[in-house]
């Protein structure tokens, strides 16, 4: 597991997360909450997702690097992301995800994405015979487009969890979670851990 030390989440901090919600939820929102911080027009980011106490245990150092106050262990269950490198420039996301094997220390993983998107509205005037770059270029030109960073986020175990931000709603109370927002991101991270 490798880590951008420069640009890691801060662990003590967390931002303004319910306390009822899950770990992965928390998780989600944390990296939802360091990617609103560097804005927009950033690229793809990817995390591993990493059992706190375990990290304190077997990664003291790193822990430390990280901010995770190791006199503040607990028992509830918590996951750390760990930005990993850059993803390499001019490779499609699902082809460089077909590329990540995790290693056994890693509970999960989470990415962090823009995209253009259009309201459900608008669907019945997408034109059916474009390629992918030409729909790319269509929807980017429609007037009813919206700006909007994807963080989707997956364990070992299937668990699953999304939050959408819309860049004309750049606020964290305004942030979607749910675990089926993303689908198809969701299925692509979920592959990384295939045997």
């Not at 490779?91 to 459900?120: H, K, N, Q, S, Y």
């Not at 989707?152 to 819309?166: K, M, N, Q, W, Y």
Request: glycine share 6%; with cysteine.
């Amino acid at each position: 597991m490798s880590s951008n030390t420069g640009s890691n989440l801060p662990g003590s901090q967390e931002p303004d997360v319910p306390m009822a919600a899950s770990p992965l939820t928390r998780a989600v929102l944390e990296i939802d909450e360091y990617t609103a911080g560097l804005g927009w027009d950033q690229p793809a980011r990817l995390f591993a997702l990493v059992d706190t106490a375990r990290l304190r245990a077997q990664e003291p150092g790193l822990a430390a690097q990280l901010g995770l106050d190791s006199t503040a262990a607990s028992t509830a269950v918590s996951y750390t992301p760990v930005e990993q490198e850059e993803l390499p420039a001019g490779t499609a996301l699902d082809e460089f995800l077909a590329t990540i094997a995790w290693p056994d220390a890693v509970a999960g993983c989470a990415l962090t994405v823009e995209r253009l998107m259009l309201p459900p509205s608008a669907e019945a005037s997408v034109p059916h015979d474009l390629s992918e770059k030409q729909l790319a270029q269509w929807v980017a030109k429609h007037p009813d487009r919206q700006e909007v960073r994807m963080t989707v986020a997956v364990l070992r175990d299937g668990a699953r969890e999304s939050a959408v931000r819309l860049r004309e709603k750049d606020s964290a109370k305004e942030v979607l979670t749910g675990a089926d927002l993303v689908p198809g991101l969701a299925d692509a991270l979920a592959a990384t851990f295939a045997d």
